[in-house]
C-alpha cells in the first residue's frame, strides 16, 4: 500500500503552483557520516501536494558549493514531504542548509540539518602542518594546517602557536580561513624578536574543541639553518681523567633544544679521528647547551674541535674550541696514550637513527678494532629500561637493532660500553 501511495504521489502534477511558505521542522535534523536515512521536512504555508499543482522537483542538503541530493523527493501532504539520503563517508561535516524546490522556486531552511563524523573515524585532530619551521622576521607566512574529522570551517575559531613548555610566547595569525572542513590556511607575521623555537600549533572552535599539534613548528633565526652559530664554550679546556666536566655551549640564532641534538668534542689526529662524547646533556634554552663530559685518562692530549648538530641549526662548529690538557698526576700509562685493547686503538664511530623513534633503533658501528660492544637504554634518572644487549662488532662498518616498541614515550639515552670507555646518546621515543 505504501508503495502505491509513494507511486501515486510522485506522479502528482498541481500546475500554476510555485514553491510557497516556510520550513519549519526536519526530521531526523542530523546524521553521521557514510549513513542512509530517509529525511522528513515540515512546512507551513506550503502546497506541496494540491493534486493540481507542479511538483517538488528536489530535496537537498547544502553547504556552500557542497550538494547532497535526495533521492525520490515525494509530496506526502500539502505540508509533508521527503527524500532518501545516502550521506557520503567523505561528506563535510557540520551545518547544512536543507532546501526544498518546486516549480521554479525554492525554500529553504538555513543550517537545518547537521552531519557529523562517523562512528569509526575517531575524534577530532590536527594532522600535518606546512611548512613547519618559520624564520624570524617573516612576514605574511602561509601556513596550512590540515586535521582528520574536524570542522575547521566552524564559526567563532581559534589558532594559535603557542611556545611549547610555555604560554608565555604567542604567535596569532593575522588572518586565516578554512578551505574545508579539514584544511585550514593561517598567515603569520613572524616578528624579529619572536622567541625561537619549538610551537605547539593550537586550533579551538566549538564542534571540535581544544585541539593541539605538540612541537608542530619551529620559529627559527633570521637566517635560518646555517645561520646559527657557536659563540662561546665555558670552560674551553679540561684534563685527562676528569669525570663528569661540565661545559656549557652557548650559541647565536640557535634552537639548542631541538630534538636529536649531538654533541661531540672531535680531535683530527694526524691519522685517526678521535672523540669524547657527552655522558648526558640538556638545553636550558635555545642558545645554551649544558654538557657533562667523562675525559677518559688516555685521552689524546691537545686540540678538539666543538661539534653540535641538529635539524634546524645544521652542523655546528667551533675549529680547536676545546682542549684536553695532561693530568697533573701523570702516571699510568701516560696521559696522551690512545685508548687500546690488545695493543689496538681502540676507535669507534656511533650513529643512531631515527630520532625520534617510533619502534626500532638503528645503531650504526664504524670500528677500527674487532671487540665486543654492550647497549644499554637508560631513562632520565638512569635507571635501565632494557636488559643490556651484548654485539660481536668486526673492523668497519657494523649495524644493529634495539628494540624500543615496549618503551613508553618519553627521553632516554643510550649507552654504548666498551673495556671502560662509554658512548652515550640522548634519543626520543614517541
Known sequence: MKKLISSALSFAFAIGVFAQGSIIAVNPNNSQQGKSLIVTVTGSGTQWNTGSGTQISSIRLEQGSSVIFGANANAFTNTLCGASFNIP?????????????????????????????GSGQGTPKLTSVSPKS???GTNNLKVTITGLNTNL???????????????????????????????LEAYFNLASNAVLGQYDVVVQNATDGLMRMTKGFTVTGSGGPGSSSITSIAPNKGQAGTSNLKVTITGSNTVLNTKGTYVALVNQGSSTTSRILPHSFGASSTT????????????????????????????????????VESATTGGGGGAGSPATVNGAELEF????????????????????????????????????????????????KNTFQIDLSEVSSGSYYVVLKNEGQQWTQHVIVD
Open 89 to 117: 563517508q567523505n561528506a563535510n561535516t557540520g551545518k547544512y542548509d536543507v532546501s526544498v524546490s518546486q516549480g521554479s522556486g525554492t525554500i529553504m531552511m538555513r543550517g537545518g540539518f547537521t552531519i557529523t563524523s
Open 134 to 136: 618559520g624564520q624570524v
Open 349 to 396: 664511530d656511533v650513529n643512531v637513527y631515527p630520532v625520534p623513534v617510533d619502534d626500532y633503533l638503528n645503531v650504526s658501528v664504524n670500528s677500527v678494532i674487532a671487540s665486543e660492544l654492550t647497549f644499554t637504554v637508560h631513562d632520565l634518572r638512569g635507571a635501565e629500561v632494557l636488559r643490556p644487549i651484548t654485539q660481536e662488532v668486526v673492523v668497519g
Open 288 to 323: 645554551m647547551l649544558d654538557v657533562y663530559f667523562n675525559i677518559g685518562a688516555n685521552a689524546i692530549i691537545g686540540k678538539y674541535d666543538v661539534i653540535v648538530r641538529n635539524v634546524i641549526d645544521g652542523f655546528m662548529s667551533v675549529v680547536n674550541g676545546f682542549t
Open 153 to 183: 570551517n566552524s564559526r567563532g575559531q581559534y589558532v594559535a602557536l603557542v611556545q611549547n613548555g610555555s604560554s608565555t610566547a604567542t604567535i596569532i595569525p593575522q588572518s586565516f580561513g578554512a578551505s574545508s572542513t579539514t584544511m
